[in-house]
């Protein structure tokens, strides 16, 4: 398992942008799925991202897609989500989790979380 961080949330207003960041103590990223959730008060946990191993394929959910982007940097240590157009709905605890023994998206199997960052959209 990996011990992941996430970094970035805060309060912003509707329309605007913010950048969330996952790491790993400067491990790299590249041999995992790692994937983006986030849970609304009162609701259940929801994936927003997804990337798959060695970033083959990028997923989204339909409530983000056209507006979050997942993007890494260029020793993979960091993963990151960018919002933007963010709007109230978006307001959550934001998790980053991997899948350290998975390839795809499509069959992960989260094992690693970080503790979240609270992200608030103003309207």
């Known amino acids: 398992q990996l011990q992941l961080a996430e970094s970035g949330g805060g309060l912003t207003q509707s329309g605007g942008s913010l950048t969330l960041s996952c790491a790993a103590s400067?491990?790299?990223?590249?041999?995992?799925?790692i994937g983006w959730f986030r849970q609304a008060a009162g609701k259940e946990r929801e994936r927003v991202a997804c990337?798959?191993?060695?970033?083959?394929?990028?997923r989204y959910s339909d409530s983000v897609k056209g507006r979050f982007t997942i993007s890494r940097d260029n020793n993979w240590t960091t993963v990151k989500l960018q919002m933007n157009t963010v709007i109230p709905e978006d307001t959550a605890v934001y998790y980053c989790a991997a899948d350290t023994t998975g390839q795809s998206c499509l069959d992960a199997q989260f094992d690693s979380w970080g503790q979240g960052t609270q992200v608030t959209v103003s309207s």
């Open positions: 990337i798959s191993k060695q970033w083959h394929h990028a």
């Open positions: 400067g491990l790299s990223l590249e041999g995992y799925v």
